[in-house]
């Protein structure tokens, strides 16, 4: 049974900092492209980033690009996002999920699993 178990959320002042931790059981971690995405109340799942199976590609939404930083260690089965510089914008459900596709997709329809996600929370 597939598990995608997300830690590190929590509540942060603007400014602050965050690493999120995915860690992956019962899939072939290697075989995956793992993105981030995040739900604010009201709004739709959008992808924050997102890593191809050997960390050479990595996707970031232009709304994160130079605060967050996403890598992965296969040896692990774990992803990470730090997130830095953090802004009350940010304020989400964070979800991690897994794509055996070849590349990073933005699309969550192309993810085949879905961790049950951990709540960031800004504030200014």
């Known amino acids: 049974q597939v598990q995608l178990v997300e830690s590190g959320g929590g509540l942060v002042q603007a400014g602050g900092s965050l690493r999120l931790s995915c860690a992956a059981y019962?899939?072939?971690?290697?075989?995956?492209?793992m993105g981030w995405f995040r739900q604010a109340p009201g709004k739709g799942r959008d992808l924050v980033a997102a890593?191809?199976?050997?960390?050479?590609?990595?996707y970031y939404a232009d709304s994160v690009k130079g605060r967050f930083t996403l890598s992965r260690d296969n040896a692990k089965n774990t992803v990470y996002l730090q997130m830095n510089s953090l802004k009350p914008e940010d304020t989400a459900r964070y979800y991690c999920?897994?794509?055996?596709?070849?590349?990073?997709?933005?699309?969550?329809?192309?993810?085949?699993?879905w961790g049950q996600g951990t709540q960031v929370t800004v504030s200014s």
């Open positions: 999920a897994a794509d055996q596709g070849l590349v990073v997709s933005t699309l969550p329809r192309t993810y085949d699993y």
């Open positions: 019962g899939l072939t971690f290697s075989s995956y492209v």
């Open positions: 890593i191809n199976w050997s960390g050479g590609s990595i």
